[in-house]
């Protein structure tokens, strides 16, 4: 028989553990009431220990965690089960629920009855936010991802009706055997216009969803300002034209240099200079200048335009909000200036505005300065280059290009093209395998590729014929409506020369297939 002083000794150490311990513990009566708790579950609940003692279980606990609470300790005292574990809300005083985890095992005597409950309390609270914020956190990043999926899909499915609609429209105009009358051009303009309108509000939505999600690839390099700034005014010259709008350009010194990405810095400066031309009025001035200050290159684009208030300009990169032009004949979606501001941060710049009513605005892009002092020969030459020979192999009089396209509209369309070229020869491959046998068995000069295929992707097809010697040397040119930047960089990464995307840019292609020509006549 142990004796007192052993026995005073373990109560000793058990009070010590009861008091000291973090995590809650309480003794409850068969009957609910709690017979003793320690200072940890006073502090769990909001309460002290003298309040909870002869307190019911119920008094503390959330009215919608009583029923599972009760079923489970009639189950213990039927004696269906000595010990459970349990999840529940305690209110403490002030209304605040807490999320706790019980241990809870049923004591008994030596005769085996039921004597108290003893229950092991944890506070999780914290646990159950954070667990909370990590579901919402993977939640919000499948519907972004979900959302980016979608608006993939859709962007490629309406490119391909654009393909043909704008495609023959191209045709229509430029088509030097069947020419139109000015009433048939004007009309086939209209066509022209409404189908770039289009275009441009989905790539829009789709790079503003891009860039929100995280999935806008960006490809930092060291370009030369003044052929940044050529490019992009090149692109908007006929607008300036149609809108009667002087374009202006003051010389930028050939060594000034930009850290930046490429194609989002013209994009840019397209937005910015197509702004500035489209809120401008018939006789006004749009001018583009650089400079460097203080390691930053400073790019101003400014306009004679009918100008900001004081109040709009506060609201300019809000989404969709167009500041009242929604309200006048002026096109757009407002989310062009959105875009740019968050590709400008993207590239570790910043943009500012200012502006005066019926005066005109300014706004002023800074980006950091290139340490490079020397221009590229070629910005192409940035770009990964074709391992697959290049267009200047091509050495044989005749020239063929197999197309693999699934959509026979889109076949109709690049036939009627290749009208335009009568020196090269069209053959057509209905899907991957069959481009990949018509391939093997008569090597063509020149392999265009949609990338989404009925059996197979463009990119599969490429690196089939990569492994056979015979057809490994063929240049690939990519031309598809899937025009999101991760599938245009994995094709430059495996080698195709060119990536062309639909609405299919008719001067641009035909400008390929000359390039061809030339390459293979040296």
Sequence with gaps: MPSSSSTQDRDGHYRAIFEATSVGIARVALDGRFIEVNPSFADITGRTQ?????????????ADDWAADEAQRQAALAGQQDRYILEKRYLRPNGQAVQAMLNVVLLRDEQGQAVQFVALIEDISERQRMQEALGSARTAERASKAKTEFLSRMSHELR???????????????DPRYPLNDSQKQKVAHIERAGAHLLAMMSDVLDLSRIEAGSLPMSMLDLPVSHAIDEAVAMVSNQATSAQVSLTTPPV???????????????????????????????????????????MVLITVSDTGKGMSPEQIPHLFEPFNRLGAERTAIEGTGIGLVIVKRLVDLMDGRIEVSSTLD??????????????????????????RSHFGGLDQIADDHFTVLYAEDNVINVELLRQIMCLRPQWRLEVAYSGQQAIAMAQSSPPDLLLLDMHLGDMSGLDVSDALTTSPATA????????????????????????????TKPLDVARFLRALDSCVKSANR
């Design 160 to 174: 391909t009706p654009l393909n043909a609609m704008l495609g023959f429209a191209q045709l229509l105009r430029v």
């Design 359 to 384: 005066l005109g605005s300014s706004f002023r892009v800074w980006l950091p300065q290139a340490l490079t002092q020397e221009a590229p020969d070629d910005l192409a030459d940035a770009t990964v």
């Design 473 to 500: 040397s063929i240049p690939r040119m990519a031309l598809s409506a899937d025009a999101m930047p991760d599938q245009i960089k994995e094709a430059n990464e495996r080698g195709f020369t060119e990536y062309l």
């Design 253 to 295: 010194d050939d060594t000034l240099m930009v850290r930046a990405d490429h194609v989002r810095l013209r994009q840019v400066l397209v937005n910015l200079l197509s702004n500035a031309i489209k809120y401008n009025l018939a006789g006004g001035r749009v001018m583009i200048e650089a400079m460097a200050l203080n390691n």
């Design 50 to 62: 003298q309040a909870l003692v002869g307190l019911h279980y119920k008094d503390i606990t959330h």
